[in-house]
């Protein structure tokens, strides 16, 4: 089976230790489009995963880390382990992996760095996936592109939205 990196980066308008507490918990998967928490069991978390992908809004590009759209599919089960965000001296690192069937095997690094800012601070988020087998999986790796593009989204709106409670 061949390898695959994916790579999606985002800046978010709120610091990386009030983006980081937003990944400290289950609640942390269901930021991924299409996922539902359905348990725990021996330090993996059970999710429900809708397989299909977001889609860019017209007029934008996955890439870019703008708006996504998702859309409904074929649902299936993914196991997930996830560690808890590192603090290292100039970042938070979190590592977590999936498997599940007809999804790729993947493991995925999630890094926020501080970016200095006038009157606030911000924070550079970059997520990395190495995926095997995403060939003969229902994602390809625009779709899986596109599904790491809407994570960073939507921490992004989940931290900007906490910051200016």
């Excluded at 695959?4 to 609640?27: F, H, K, V, W």
């Excluded at 649902?75 to 996830?82: D, G, P, Y």
């Amino acid at each position: 089976m061949s390898s695959t990196r994916t790579r999606a980066e985002r800046q978010i308008a709120a610091d990386p230790t009030s983006t980081a507490l937003l990944l400290a918990g289950p609640s942390a998967l269901e930021l991924w489009p299409g996922v539902r928490c359905l348990g725990e069991v021996g330090g993996r978390v059970l999710v429900e995963v809708d397989a299909a992908v977001p889609e860019a809004t017209p007029g934008t590009e996955a890439s870019s880390g703008t708006e996504v759209t998702p859309v409904t599919g074929p649902v299936t089960a993914a196991s997930v382990t996830a560690q808890p965000p590192l603090r290292t001296p100039t970042a938070f690192v979190t590592r977590f992996a999936w498997t599940g069937p007809d999804l790729p095997g993947t493991d995925g690094v999630l890094t926020l760095t501080y970016v200095p800012g006038e009157g606030r601070p911000s924070t550079w988020a970059e997520l990395v996936l190495d995926s095997t087998g995403l060939e003969s999986s229902r994602l390809d790796a625009d779709g899986l592109a596109r599904m790491a593009q809407a994570f960073l989204a939507n921490l992004g709106e989940a931290a900007e939205s906490r910051r200016a409670a």
